[in-house]
């Protein structure tokens, strides 16, 4: 199985962008998606952005993987 993280696009540069993932600042490749723009939120695997992804989608996807990594079962 793979797990795609949500990811949100800072500045663009040929087939690069610098996103934020989880509040860390990196540089991704956007050569898989269609006109990646600053402010687009998308999925990141292995350093490959694949997918543009709606912004309540990241927001939702953000908070369970925050949860996750706290160990909270209960929300």
Avoid: W
Wanted: aromatic share 6%; hydrophobic share 35%.
């Amino acid at each position: 199985m793979c797990l795609a993280i949500p990811t949100k696009i800072i500045s663009t540069q040929g087939n690069y962008a610098y996103a934020e993932t989880m509040g860390i600042r990196q540089k991704i490749n956007i050569q898989l998606i269609e006109n990646p723009m600053p402010g687009d939120c998308v999925l990141l695997h292995a350093g490959f952005a694949i997918e543009k992804i709606e912004e309540n989608e990241y927001t939702f996807l953000n908070n369970t993987l925050h949860k996750m990594i706290k160990g909270d079962e209960n929300e």
